[in-house]
């Protein structure tokens, strides 16, 4: 196939729109109150304007088939026949998707977990022995020809078949889903022959899982598919993009194949892999120098030499940002209140679009063409590298000096003996992990308070009557330890970005995290510090409402990272450090008024755990450092929660018990408990609360099925050190639901303690 090579391009775009459109669309269809012609009618327009937006600013190739309603990867096993049986009696198509996708109330959902080391999740395929794979090309197609009638230089965009499997699960007892891969190849080389014959110039299979360790055969299985792929007659032009890290043995390998192009991540790796691969000669270089997944200005001047460096290496090469646009906001455009200095580090999707567009003119024309931009982004990192607000001395000095004390808390079985004095409470102790439903009530209040309607001491007595009627609620369904709701946080980052200093936080960066999940990612620019107080007053004000433990409700030091545009001019672990002090003042003025069981959620513990072994154990270190700096100033009678959610925990096992929190609660509902036989193999002797039920479904599962969760449990866990509680936060669910849910989860929690 010989094809005409694009110069400038992204791997992919958002798709909720810059309002968050589709979010609200799909919402309202779940509920009923919007019809699929209507909900596909936005979906088109946000597609429309997205290509138009992309083809106006230069791009010579587009990605198409990057919309989603929920996830890519759930996408691609609707297209490869690879939805699970249970769904199939689902009659409705769309229903049938979204049913996979969120389960309804007779059929639980796919299991979701991180996409990689980002904090998008996706919805992890089930290959089961059964499993015939069979080509659905509908939703490939029909953007298609959507984006060819608009006149955009159209590129599909699939996830590719070794990253589907590697990141699929097998159930009922078929073998590895990455060995079914010679079937699943035929099925794409269907695809492949389809969109030729329609005369598709490109086509983009995304491998992401190539810059891992997860398959220890990657080298060879790569070969093996685009030799098999390359191959095929009256197909596209293939270009397999790669991202989120360097690769090692699988580029060779992927240079050796008959694909006529191939994607680097050049912000996640390097280039001297690159001149040793003679193969490169005779293929398209889609070279990742604008960092997709965060927000800093790119400096022109080195990427722009990166890419000279290059033409030397390979037949043609081309301009395109690291991975997906999907992690970052839209635009700057709608940010009103940025300082101009803050402003000028800065770029959101629209204005990477134009770093690549411009890179793209200066390797064609030459450095002089873009003097201008190149200029301006010079004056930019010289900005950002004096500014006063990123050099806190007084900050650096507190960190060394409790870090050379080592300060520590005590053993953790006299912690137990202290706490079990203190709290006196029963076994199989009832909990929630800490948000409740964002009423419409509160979303009113919070907008009329910044538009101005209504003043703060307002805004307060509403928020203190939402959460006297969640405190109210949790003693009449009976749990042991409340919590008060977090009716005041718009978010568990978010909200304290707003009260540290070194956060900037957005008023419309919305970034999607799942399905409608959207969040405003808080911009970490400078040395972090906590000017006052965050939570103490909300805490003490439920606790004085009832005399049940209230947990004091804290996010994490790597979580706060995580879910953060982070500072790239510092290392991560510096900056860990600082956001980590913080959190340690917060529990030690939380401790001072009588609050007796403070949560440090740390749920992207394992989001950010590089995706190279060599690179694992580092990060732990300074991860599990950060977590007991900012626990280390309680005294032992002043009990430690920790939360995780929704990642694959293998990984992390022994971190997790490292962590040493007193108790930790742990998403366990989609996974059928199989994460304590792995924490009891890694010597965890602390409480447990493994979620006994899924928050993300609108199920409402009964007291029965709750039961046995919790007995199967208790086969790995003794009743002493086992805590009942869902998976995560109960913020996006529905009052009504959270009430019968909890209600069942009382009872099931009463029934086994005396069963």
Known sequence: MTARPFTATILGSPRVGPKRELKRAVEKYWAGR?????????AATLRRDTWEALTVAGLDSVPVNTFSYYDQVLDTAVMVGALPPRFADVADELDRYFAAA?????????????????????????????????????????????ARAQKVPARPVIVGPITFLALSKAVDGGPAPIQRLPELVVVYGELLRLLGDRGVEWVQLDEPVLVTDVLDNAAELTEETYGLLGRLANRPAVFVSTYFG???????????????????????????ALAAIPELADKLLVAGVVDGRNIWRTDLEAALGRLTMLSGCAGHVAVSTSCSTLHVPYSLDAEADLDPALRSWLAFGSEKVAEVVALARGLREG?????????????????RRADPRLN??????????????????????????????????????????????????????????????IDFAEYERRMKAEIADVIKLQ????????????????????????????????????????????????????????????????????????????KGMLTGPVTILAWSFVRDDQPLPDTAAQVALAIRDETVDLQAAGIAIIQVDEPALRELLPLRAKDKEAYLRWAVDAFRLATSGVADSTQIHTHLCYSEFGEIIGAIADLDADVTSIEAARSHMEVLADLNAAGFGNSVGPGVYDIHSPRVPGVEEMAASLREALKSVPAQRLWVNPDCGLKTRRTDEVTASLRNLVAAAHQVRVG
């Open 34 to 42: 919007m019809d699929r012609t209507s909900l596909e009618s936005v």
């Open 102 to 146: 969120r389960g309804n109330d007779e059929i639980p959902p796919l299991e979701m977990t991180k996409w990689f080391d980002t904090n998008y999740h996706y919805l992890v395929p089930e290959i089961g022995a059964g499993l015939h794979f069979g080509l659905n090309a509908a939703k490939v197609l029909g953007e298609l020809d959507e």
């Open 246 to 272: 360097e690769l090692t043995d699988a580029l060779p390998a992927l240079a050796r194949t008959p694909v006529e192009a191939i994607g680097v991540d050049l912000v996640g790796g390097g280039l001297s």
């Open 367 to 383: 450095r002089e063409a873009i003097a201008d931009e190149v200029a301006a982004s010079d004056a930019a990192i010289e900005s």
């Open 392 to 453: 806190n001395g007084d900050v650096r000095s507190r960190i060394s000096a409790i870090t050379a004390s080592g300060a520590r808390r005590g053993p953790a079985g006299k912690r137990l003996v202290a706490q079990q004095a203190r709290l006196e409470l029963p076994p199989l102790p009832t909990t929630t992990i800490g948000s409740y439903p964002q009423t419409s009530a509160i979303r009113a209040a919070r907008a009329e308070l910044r538009a101005g309607t």
């Open 475 to 550: 003693e009449a369904l009976d749990l042991d330890v409340l919590v008060h709701g977090e009716p005041e946080r718009n978010d568990m980052v978010q909200y304290f970005a707003e009260q540290l200093d070194g956060f900037f936080a957005t008023q419309n960066g919305w970034v999607q995290s799942y399905g409608s999940r959207c969040v405003r990612p808080p911009i970490l620019y400078g040395d972090v510090a906590r000017p006052k107080p965050m939570t103490v007053d909300w805490i003490t004000y439920a606790q004085s409402l009832t005399s049940k433990p209230v």
